[in-house]
């Protein structure tokens, strides 16, 4: 080979090598995955499955004994960015922080591991902390399921272990795990209205699904019967059933938010065929959900930032 022909062939190996680099060091991968729904709930229940015929999870009811016995926890927070993202670099940072949740159980027609409820998750902590709504590991009308478990992105199945803190008013939840090289997303304090958010979940299974909007307002209510009033924030990014517990994300990739329900406003509600106008989508605020957490509300900087 020519000394020109190495050239070329060093240059073309230089540039190629860079292109991968910086691609690695964005963390955009140069096409976007494609995701089997169906095949990653059936692998998921198959696994989580197996995990508790061996034994590998704990019983339900002791799950659920934590829910109402637990109160807060300790969990080392990631500090903020305030590095303005793209709403790509949003979805391709942080992502991965999301967890799929769900439960399983066997009917009496076949002898498969069926999944029951789902739901959404958000990394919180180093040490497998995940983030939920109370609602989500709550009994269900299903009294089959046997557990519960998440799925990460890569299709990782984990039990979980058991529950850190709860509050049922809130409805907040924080479990834990067994996955440790999970990376926690920064919690940071609310933001005025007007400010663009975006959520990534899982409405109706449709897995790692990423929306945009605005946060339109914050309200006190009761929208439980007993229960106190609680603050709100409503925002216009649409999520569905199954995306109970996702992270609503600032413009900087924070959490400032977690989807929890919807309200519908008809426009005759006691008509036989209401008219939709609006769906409110309420949120609960990230005051709430570090209020969970010892010593956490009004503190999110004790480790160093999420980037």
Known sequence: MTVRGRMRLWLAISVAALGLTQGMASGVPSKAPVLDDGKLWQQF??????????????PITVLRDQLKERSTTRVELMRPSRKNLEATEVYERHAASVVALGSVYKCNRCPHWHTGGTGTGWVIGRNGEVVSNYHVFAEGRNTNVVAIGAMTRDGRCFPIQEVLAADRDRDVAIVRI????????????????????SVIAHPSGELFTFTQGHISRYTRKTVENGGR???WM??????AVGSSGGPVFNRYGAVVGMV???HTINADPKSESPTTQMVVKMTI????????????????TT?????
């Open 178 to 197: 067994a996955a440790r090289d999970l990376v926690p997303l920064a919690v940071s304090p609310r933001e005025p209205v007007g400010s663009p958010i």
């Open 45 to 58: 229940a198959d696994r989580l499955g197996e995990d508790q015929s061996g034994g590998r999870t704990p």
């Open 303 to 307: 480790t160093k930032e999420r980037r």
């Open 234 to 239: 409503t925002v216009t990014a649409d999520f």
């Open 285 to 300: 605020p990230s005051e709430d959900i570090l209020s969970l957490i010892e010593g956490g509300k009004g503190r999110t």
């Open 260 to 262: 929890a329900r919807t």
């Open 229 to 231: 009033p609680m603050d």
